[in-house]
């Protein structure tokens, strides 16, 4: 089974930048698609990023065009570049993946440990 590690989460200001990654135990883009969701204290978990293995990417509304989703091949590493953060970007952070592109969270089928990211006013 696959092993996700998702690094990179902190304690951050609002308008700042954040990077996270995600490590997968194993190559694993060209079989799965890969994503990033949030949870919030007393939230549900919400989808954020998607990213599909052809390099097609979706994103939820309340990040588009302040979040890219990216991945690196060569190192089989995912990415999340988190810009202009607000305190409504706090959450921990998890990256998944999935057997088909989805924005839809019961779809991913492994998950990652989370990484904290908080946004302070």
């Known amino acids: 089974q696959v092993q996700l590690v998702e690094s990179g989460g902190g304690l951050v200001q609002t308008g700042d930048s954040l990077r996270l990654s995600c490590a997968p135990s194993e190559p694993t883009f060209s079989s799965y698609a890969m994503g990033w969701l949030r949870q919030a204290p007393g939230k549900e978990r919400e989808f954020v990023a998607a990213l599909d293995k052809i390099g097609g990417r979706a994103y939820a509304d309340a990040v588009k065009g302040r979040f890219t989703i990216s991945r690196v091949n060569a190192n089989n590493t995912l990415y999340l570049q988190m810009n202009n953060l607000k305190p409504a970007d706090t959450a921990v952070y998890y990256c998944?993946?999935?057997?088909?592109?989805?924005?839809?969270?019961?779809?991913?089928?492994?998950w990652g440990q989370g990484t904290q990211v908080t946004v302070s006013s």
């Open positions: 998944a993946s999935s057997n088909f592109f989805t924005s839809t969270p019961k779809n991913f089928v492994h």
